[in-house]
């Protein structure tokens, strides 16, 4: 079970400042993921009350075990469920974070569990979920959040034409770089993907991209 210590705040915030002294000509904002802020919603107000940040996501990485007994890594719900109920059980998870928590701007990685999607089952289909991934969808558009368009695995053009209709007015960014060379990544592709749907470049690179 991994335990991590609390977030380092000063530390946090001596690096920023660090790196924005060092390179005082790129616009470096100051942020967090917050993963199931719902599940600690206490904790996850307290660190935005003092953290001062200038993004902040909100995510699902995890899910119940077999049980209820406890929590474990989405992925892990693979070896004793089926591929379809772990991606559906995914999106109403995120449905109850966006309906139970609303201190956040951007949803990352609405496709997180098809990352790992099994190898020897069907191909993944977004459309055998299209009732789930609109429900997630028109929650998030009715609260006014942003969509992240996550170049990790690039996300399915039909997931970005179905937040248009559900409402959904702006995009941003991400390529869940855990390493300096994959920053940015495919974001030449994704550019594409977001024009395809309607969405437009803000004045600044570091604003989201909007429709309309």
């Known amino acids: 079970m991994l335990t991590p210590p609390p977030l380092d705040l000063v530390g946090y915030r001596a690096c920023l400042e660090a790196c924005r002294e060092r390179y005082p000509g790129l616009r470096i904002l100051s942020g967090v993921e917050l993963s199931e802020p719902h599940w600690h919603a206490s904790r996850a107000e307290s660190l935005l009350d003092t953290g001062g940040f200038e993004r902040v996501l909100a995510s699902v990485h995890s899910a119940a075990t077999a049980g209820g007994a ?26 109850r974070l966006i309906e139970q928590f609303d201190r956040f701007e951007v949803l990352a990685h609405i496709d997180y569990p098809v990352r790992h999607w099994p190898l020897d089952a069907k191909p993944y289909d977004p459309r055998d979920f299209e009732d789930e991934y609109r429900q997630v969808l028109s929650r998030l558009a009715a609260a006014g959040k942003v969509l992240e368009v996550n170049t990790r695995m690039p996300l399915d053009p039909l997931v970005l034409r179905w937040w248009r209709q559900e409402g959904g007015r702006a995009i941003a960014f991400a390529s869940d770089a855990h390493s300096p060379d994959a ?30």
């Open 70 to 95: 406890g929590f474990t890594e989405v992925s892990e719900c693979y070896q004793h469920q089926p591929p379809e109920q772990v991606v559906r059980d995914y999106l109403h998870e995120t449905v």
């Open 183 to 212: 920053v940015a990544r495919d974001f030449g592709e994704a550019v594409r993907l977001a024009e395809a749907a309607g969405f437009r470049a803000a004045r600044e690179p570091y604003d989201f991209w909007r429709c309309g």
